[in-house]
């Protein structure tokens, strides 16, 4: 079993419409998560982070976090154009003494005109 | 401020050959980490470094190494490159280290792509 999964997608959703992205991990110990975004041959971009069980709110992001069920989720709320690109979760582990993120492979995500 | 730099944005090495790569973190920050991502994943964790000193690495084989100078700059070399070392890689920085840990937001450089050809 992979530490993070994600649907690789492709995702398409209509521009307007919610955009929901999904990811589950296997640490039950696990505290922080994160959300970043990738567009193509770009690096990584931190949308938001979550440690608290429930919702956390960002403009029209939506981070959703369930430590029983080991589930996260994104939400993004009248989707854009922009908004198309490849969202990694990632979830902090530890390795020796070093602290890491351990990430999905990925979710891809197009929004339709 | 500017964010993470890393140099050179592209590479283009053969079989065999070794390649360094070169990170500088956000002003201020004090940990450095570096990534591998391979076209289609997600980026994989191979060192960090905090104050000069290597906290810990990943599933990564010796030919990987890394240091930290005293501006919190860093490097990444990698020997006897392999054709499945082409990847994009990654420079991330965060802040402090706190009694937990980094702190635990880490900010991404544009990367390095790497091609071995």
């Known amino acids: 079993q992979k530490e993070v999964e994600q649907n690789s997608g492709p995702l398409s959703v209509p521009e307007g419409a919610i955009a929901s992205l999904n990811c589950t991990y296997s640490?039950?110990?696990?505290?922080?998560f994160f959300w970043y975004r990738q567009y193509s041959g770009k690096s990584p971009e931190l949308i938001m982070f979550i440690y608290s069980n429930g919702d956390k709110e960002d403009g029209r992001f939506t981070a959703q976090l369930n430590k029983a069920s080991q589930y996260v989720s994104l939400l993004i709320r009248d989707s854009q154009p922009s908004d198309s690109a490849t969202y990694l979760c990632?979830?902090?582990?530890?390795?020796?003494?070093?602290?890491?993120?351990?990430f999905g492979q990925g979710t891809r995500l197009t929004i339709n005109p | 401020d500017a964010g993470v730099t890393q140099s050179p944005t592209h590479l283009i090495k053969t079989r065999g050959q070794q390649v360094t790569l070169r990170c500088s973190p956000i002003?201020?920050?004090?940990?450095v980490s570096w990534y591998q991502q391979v076209l289609g994943q997600g980026p994989q964790f191979i060192f960090q470094?905090?104050?000069?000193?290597?906290?810990g690495r990943g599933n990564f084989p010796d030919r990987f190494s890394a240091r930290q100078f005293p501006n919190y700059s860093s490097e990444l070399n990698v020997n006897a490159l392999l054709l499945g070392d082409s990847a994009l890689y990654l420079c991330?920085?965060?802040?402090?280290?706190?009694?937990?840990?980094?702190?635990?937001?880490?900010?991404f450089g544009p990367g390095t792509r790497l091609l071995v050809l």
């Open positions: 990632a979830v902090k582990g530890w390795t020796q003494g070093a602290q890491k993120l351990v």
């Open positions: 470094y905090y104050e000069k000193e290597e906290r």
């Open positions: 640490d039950r110990g696990s505290q922080s």
């Open positions: 002003s201020g920050h004090k940990s």
């Open positions: 991330a920085s965060s802040l402090i280290w706190t009694s937990g840990g980094p702190q635990e937001t880490q900010y």
